[in-house]
């Protein structure tokens, strides 16, 4: 079992930056792919940001340029710098870990943090 913990959100006005966290506990984090995915109101789910246990990285095409993802695996935690913020990036950000075992796939989910970009 994974606990994820989300922190850093808040609200910040167009072209502010803010970073969030995700600590995590209980499993060992290094063989985890760790995600950032956020949610907008009446959206689905989507993906912003992967950091696989490899050191790939991948990114959503609207977030490109401007979030970056890391990973501290000796403190098991994963970051996402968000810089550049704009108004349509207002949503709920959701750290996500995932893995796949020997016989089953292993997939975690935090509370979710807000971020809300408004002048």
């Known amino acids: 079992q994974v606990q994820l913990v989300e922190s850093g959100g808040g609200l910040v006005q167009p072209g502010g930056s803010l970073r969030l966290s995700c600590s995590a506990s209980?499993?060992?984090?290094?063989?985890?792919?760790m995600a950032w995915y956020r949610q907008a109101p009446g959206k689905p789910r989507e993906l912003v940001a992967a950091?696989?246990?490899?050191?790939?990285?991948n990114y959503a095409g609207s977030v490109k340029g401007r979030f970056t993802i890391s990973r501290d695996n000796p403190k098991d935690t994963v970051y996402l710098q968000m810089n550049s913020l704009k108004p349509e990036d207002t949503a709920v950000y959701y750290c996500?870990?995932?893995?796949?075992?020997?016989?089953?796939?292993?997939?975690?989910w935090g509370l979710g943090t807000q971020v809300t970009v408004s002048s």
């Open positions: 996500n870990a995932w893995r796949k075992g020997a016989v089953r796939e292993y997939d975690y």
């Open positions: 209980g499993s060992i984090f290094s063989v985890f792919t």
């Open positions: 950091s696989t246990s490899g050191g790939s990285t």
